[in-house]
Antibody
Framework: EVQLVESGGGLIQPGGSLRLSCAAS????????MSWVRQAPGKGLEWVSI???????YYADSVKGRFTISRDNSKNMLYLQMNSLRAEDTAVYYC????????WGQGILVTVSS | DIQMTQSPSSLSASAGDRVTITCRAS??????LAWFQQKPGKAPKSLIY???SLQSGVPSKFSGSGSGTDFTLTISSLQPEDFATYYC?????????FGPGTKVDIK
């Protein structure tokens, strides 16, 4: 059974850094396109980033240069390093597997506030 | 970047109604289009991929169609568990943008 579990969220001050983790089971992260999607409170879904099976990465303009997606094949983990955080980055962050976002984690809340 | 629009933004319907939601891409995306259902406080759930292919375990009352720039999601007979927000997403070219969502609630 495929399962994705996010961790690492919480309250962080503007300008700070945070690393989100996503533990995968039931498949290997290296075999699927892996993505991060976020949802600000009361808002719609926003695509954030993707890492391809070959290692190529892409980002939304809103996070480019501040966020970095990566994976650790040996640990079967996906990560999102978030730097220079802003209030507008406050959201529930989901990791998702497959180019078509077939499987989703339960989400983790990141709050950027002083 | 490819922009996605959805119409209507919300609709009210009764159980048993047939519901159709439209999604439009700002440029052609072939059939690289997915649909998701999200209930309050829950993670989105994949319903349809490749514009018209049903995800495993999704009931056949959901169907998708379209290609190029115009797509539709149809729910053939709305049931209480179908009241939710529905999103389309293109995965033709990154950034893989979502539509703004269509909220389906009870009339």
């Amino acid at each position: 059974e495929v399962q994705l579990v996010e961790s690492g969220g919480g309250l962080i001050q503007p300008g700070g850094s945070l690393r989100l983790s996503c533990a995968a089971s039931g498949f290997t992260v290296s075999s699927k396109y892996m993505s991060w999607v976020r949802q600000a409170p009361g808002k719609g879904l926003e695509w954030v980033s993707i890492i391809y099976t070959g290692g190529s990465t892409y980002y939304a303009d809103s996070v480019k240069g501040r966020f970095t997606i990566s994976r650790d094949n040996s640990k079967n983990m996906l990560y999102l390093q978030m730097n220079s955080l802003r209030a507008e980055d406050t959201a529930v962050y989901y990791c998702a597997a497959g180019i078509q976002l077939d499987y989703w984690g339960q989400g983790i809340l990141v709050t950027v506030s002083s | 970047d490819i922009q996605m629009t959805q119409s209507p933004s919300s609709l009210s319907a009764s159980a048993g109604d047939r519901v159709t939601i439209t999604c439009r891409a700002s440029q052609g995306i072939s059939n690289y289009l997915a649909w998701f259902q999200q209930k309050p406080g829950k993670a989105p759930k994949s319903l349809i991929y490749a514009a018209s292919s049903l995800q495993s375990g999704v009931p056949s009352k959901f169907s998708g169609s379209g290609s190029g720039t115009d797509f539709t999601l149809t729910i053939s007979s709305l049931q209480p568990e179908d009241f939710a927000t529905y999103y389309c997403q293109q995965y033709y070219s990154p950034p893989f943008t979502f539509g703004p969502g269509t909220k389906v609630d009870i009339k």
